[in-house]
């Protein structure tokens, strides 16, 4: 049984991975942010080149107008220095149209006057808004660009870890495996857990003697009281250096109970 669970530890440790790079490919930013806040102020700007073009529509009316209204006046004018004007009932009128005319010139001069301030205000404001839109359009391509380098990489690295996972899990007992995939579905991706320190690394918690006595039987899948998660106890490192104290300590508190 020892082996099955340090077999299934390895299958642990790919899960713990595949799901670590899915959760992190899950993270990563589409562009979704920056893709809305350039929708909004491209309707934005749509919004205000609509208005630069009604107003350089609204100019080049008052441009023709003008024109048309001085060619009026310059006939009249020149029609009241022809000479054919004979009846004083027609001389007033022609001078009369005249100073309307005139009049009227200078309205539309004025007019355009203030449609050109407005124009040039309203262009600067397109270009200030287009630039903003652009530059948003420049970060959301870099955006997104990186999330499908990172894509590819997650999908890469999950891909290659489950190719390996197969191998790993096929020595394990099948009802070993269901019963681990059933603990680590309900337990953050965590399945079985190392007992270190007589600890579960899965939850902290001191393991009782009396589980760590069970922990011994090498046919007992052993569940933590705690966190309901398989318990596996790596046999001790048989590092020269090190292994004699290990052995040494955990000979002692087993004959210590
Ligand atoms: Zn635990």
Known sequence: MIDQLRQLY???KLDTLIG???TQQ???DDGTTLRA???GLEAELAAEQEKLHALETDLRDAELKLKSTEDERKKFHTKLYSGSIIMPKE???VQDKIKSLTRHKGDLEERGLILMDEVATQAAEVKKRTKAADEVRTRLEAVEKRFQEATTRFTDLIAGLTAQRRPAAQP???ALL???EKIRKKHQNVGIVLVQSDVCDGCRTQITPASLKKLQSPDVVLLCDSCSRIL???PAPVDDSGADEADLGDTGEEVSR
Do not use: I, N, S
């Open 91 to 93: 001389l007033q009128d």
């Open 10 to 12: 390895e299958v642990q």
């Open 20 to 22: 670590d790079y899915t």
């Open 178 to 180: 269901t019963k681990y």
């Open 232 to 234: 596996y106890r790596p």
């Open 26 to 28: 899950a993270a990563l």
């Open 37 to 39: 806040q350039l929708a």
């Open 172 to 174: 394990v007992d099948a």
